[in-house]
């Protein structure tokens, strides 16, 4: 009989009840016992808030490049930003689907529509493409942080960067975020692509110069690939989504950006009234990134929750047993399989799981059925196209509520939306049509 770390799976389910639902692919919110609060769950940490600020010091010295290289952003000066929208006609439509009335204000965070990448990935690879092209120039001598790095869009730096190769494993996005900037910079990219990564993406890699890997097995493959590809060569540099801690700042840097939206928009949040964040999950370094920013930056002012497939709970079952990247979803028979290509991880980061293991509040799962029907009900609601990951966040704020009965209309709901925008038309009009199948028919999710 199959052995999990030479147990039973009976045992397992034994002890820790809720594995059963989630080992039946039942759409589940698992309420983390092991969340502590700020103070306690910032001790001892790998980083801090000094950490934090120094990566935005460090895409703040790139404005000038990105706003040079990437017209789209010359408006917010090269910083690549995503906007925070208020979205009452989902919240109406959530309620209607989920039969529970969810008191408190929905927004959305719109990564979907990040420049550059169109996704959540555009934070953390983007980051550290740019910590990567930044270091080997201070090492060579031809680069001071105190120059204005518009410079680095001129040739010499491209003849530079082209005797160097960047490599990646990735189910899409960060593929594409990573593969974008570098040949950009004029890096050599190798991208390793697992078997859920959307043909369309890889169409795109492609036509800007990037070398495309395809697997047919799933995203740990990819991953384990690109590392022992890197291996090889001392001129290539491997992003390591399972480990990276660059990869992880990057990502936190939302939470000072989003402090300056909540302020422009006279938003108010306090450990009283608090703001529930609803983040997407795959290996964990993005959703990770943020809700330890959110926690940096806002303390007991947020309360962060992981969404991911019912096909896919990696984060999920990894916390909830202590065992972390030690197991995955294929060890307890679950088979990763979902047309939620960005969440489609069978084993957590090797580092995030710990270290939010006392910061978040919970994880839940959603259906890939639930998923396309929220992507109908967004683009009907509020005109919006999201990516089947991009929408799990939509299911959370009535978990939420019906495990907090302290939820009050002054709380804010944060859905963050994390891809979507760069969808061909077709597609998105194809996964609109098989939503609005399980919209006229309920039944089926
Ligand atoms: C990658 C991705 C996520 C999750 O990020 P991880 O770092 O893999 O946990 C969420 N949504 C989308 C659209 C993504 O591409």
Redesign the pocket.
Known sequence: MATIKGKPIEEWIRAYPDLGPVLNYTPFFWSNPYVQNQQEGLQNQPLQLADIQNAEERLTRFAPFIATVYPETENTGGIIESPLKKADQIKARIEDITGQEIPGTFYLKLDSHLPISG???ARGGIYEVLKHAETLLLENQLLSEKDNYRKMAGNKYREFFSQYTILVGST???GLSIGVISAKLGFHVIVHMSADAKQWKKDLLRERGVKVVEHVSDYSKAVEEGRAEAAKDPKSYFID?ENSRDLFLGYTVAAIRLKKQLEEQEIQISPETPMHVYL????????GGVAFGLKVIFGDAVKCYFAEPTHSPCMLLGMMTSMHHTISVQDFGLDNQTAAD??A?GRASGFVGKVMEPLIEGIYTVSDEQMFRLITEMADAEGIHL?P??VTGLMGPAYVVQNNPEVTEEHIHLIWA??GSMVPDEIKEADYQKGRQYKNNPDAT
Do not use: F, H, R, Y
């Open positions: 996704s959540i990935k899409g996005n960060l989504d997407p999950c795959g290996v964990g370094g993005g959703p960005g969440l991880v990516e990951s991009a994390t891809g």
